[in-house]
């Protein structure tokens, strides 16, 4: 993630969004870790909670402008967000995404095991669909049994400098404290999942029954009346509780 604007960042200068974030990350306890400091809009304040920050910054001049302007208040890293290792003792991520990689960034984020909470501003539709606003994503579906993900708000496109041609959103991700699938399901489960997210079929209940994990439609069927939902339902509209037990639902068919 590079701070100059040829990197894709675009930096953000509303103060009552960075005043939020800041609030945000406070709230959870813990050593703090930017992802693309950029220009230190969000870096300084976060600074000044006197906690230990680690801001990583692509771009080698804003890194070492960081360091100068920073010294002894924070540990300024010069790599890439998408391929640096995260520190293995737990901690609080923040960070303002380039748009053109957010879905890298998570990607990268999510299989990190050790942060408990991360404060995110992404473009918009990427945030509305991580949080399951009008249907959650097979991303976020694969990996919600384990993290909690809630919309904080909209920030409008001139809350950025350059503007850029669509809306940001500001989300939270939580680790759950008691995974909703066992650790030792995930790489069966989110496969699963990838096949109900590609699968055919007339609704939910005929797709299930076509994965490799079958579950017989007349099974479904009776499973999603017994969640209160339809035979036809799509999968994105299931909560993170239902994709918990329908998997314990289809495992217990195998």
């Not at 010069?78 to 990607?107: C, K």
Request: aromatic residues 6%.
């Amino acid at each position: 993630m590079g701070g100059r604007q040829e990197l894709g960042q675009n930096f953000l200068v509303d103060r009552r969004v960075i005043d939020r974030m800041v609030a945000l990350v406070d709230a959870a306890p813990g050593p703090v870790v930017e992802l693309g400091a950029g220009g230190g809009a969000l870096t300084r304040p976060l600074a000044a909670l006197g906690r230990p920050l680690t801001a990583v910054e692509l771009d080698p001049q804003r890194a070492d402008a960081l360091r100068r302007d920073l010294a002894g208040s924070a540990r300024i890293v010069r790599a890439d967000a998408v391929t640096w290792r995260h520190p293995s003792q737990p901690h609080v991520v923040v960070g303002n995404v380039p748009f053109h990689l957010t879905t890298a960034i998570l990607r990268k984020l999510l299989a990190e095991p050790s942060w408990s909470v991360a404060v995110l501003l992404t473009q918009w539709e990427a945030a509305r669909r991580r949080c399951g606003v009008g249907g959650t994503s097979q991303l976020t579906v694969q990996w919600m049994p384990w993290f909690e993900f809630r919309l904080d708000r909209r920030v409008p496109a001139r809350a950025f400098r350059p503007m850029p041609s669509v809306d940001g959103g500001l989300f939270t991700i939580t680790r759950r404290e008691c995974a909703l699938v066992p650790d030792a399901d995930r790489r069966a489960y989110q496969s699963w999942v990838g096949e109900v997210f590609g699968g055919r079929g007339r609704g939910l209940a005929q797709v299930l029954a076509r994965t490799g994990h079958p579950l017989p439609v007349a099974r479904a069927r009776a499973w999603l009346v017994s969640r209160g939902l339809p035979a036809d339902v799509l999968p994105g509209r299931l909560t993170a509780d239902d994709w918990g037990a329908l998997w314990a639902e289809v495992r217990r068919r195998r």
